[in-house]
């Protein structure tokens, strides 16, 4: 079946610094969604990307759709305290007849750390 | 807040029973999908429903089901409980079959 992997999967970074995370895939995807968590809580939607080179920004945040449609990125400039939590990548395929699956796959997490 | 409302926020039971787990999707929104997070699996898509009717079907254990009812609210059932099946359940819900999903803050599981 499909597979997400993302890297790396932790990141020890000082406040201030850029952090950069990705996810490819076996298989391609026709949406890229990136989540954030932060502990007992559920994701929480931070960008969604649904054409190939499409590079969208959410203040901070950065994120853009590979080309091959088997990849995303995620970058966080200038990270704060509360950037703290595990970031998810998922993608989503689509249906022969056009139509998105609804079922999201997921990568493994990046656990982010944050020292002031 | 997403707007996607889960109940009970914990639950803990014993193995061999069966428990509810219940959704409520954004205003507005028709389908609902369910997903466990395990440490060892990470989040795993379970099943889907749009306007009442099942719509996918993932990595669902046949001692698991679910329903969406007229009202779009949904609600998971586990029987047979199992230590493994202790987890945290996610409800999310999206306006159409695909697309941007919102998840509710999810129903942690604990059999012991």
């Known amino acids: 079946g499909q597979q997400l992997n993302q890297s790396p999967q932790s990141m020890f970074i000082q406040e201030g610094e850029d952090v950069s995370m990705n996810c490819t895939s076996s298989s391609i995807f026709n949406t890229w969604l990136w989540y954030k968590q932060d502990p007992g809580e559920g994701p929480v939607l931070l960008i969604a990307l649904y054409k190939a080179g499409e590079l969208t920004s959410n203040g901070r945040l950065t994120a853009q759709f590979g080309i091959t449609r088997k990849d995303s990125f995620l970058n966080i400039s200038a990270s704060i305290p509360s950037d703290v939590g595990i970031y998810f990548c998922a993608g989503q395929s689509r249906r022969a007849g056009g139509t998105s699956y609804g079922k999201l796959t997921f990568g493994q997490g990046t656990i982010l750390t944050v020292h002031p | ?112």
């Open chain 2, 1 to 112: 807040d997403s707007g996607v409302t889960q109940t009970p926020k914990h639950l803990i039971t014993a193995t061999g029973q069966r428990v509810t787990l219940r959704c409520s999707p954004r205003s507005g929104d028709l389908s609902v999908y369910w997903y466990q997070q395990s440490l060892d699996q990470g989040l795993q898509f379970l099943i889907q429903y749009y306007n009442g009717e099942e719509r996918a079907k993932g990595n669902i254990l046949e001692r698991f089901s679910a329903q969406q009812f007229p009202d779009l609210h949904s609600e998971l059932n586990l029987s047979s409980l199992e230590l493994g099946d202790s987890a945290l359940y996610f409800c999310a819900s999206s306006t159409g079959t695909g697309g941007d999903q919102y998840f509710g803050p999810g129903t942690r599981l604990t059999v012991t």
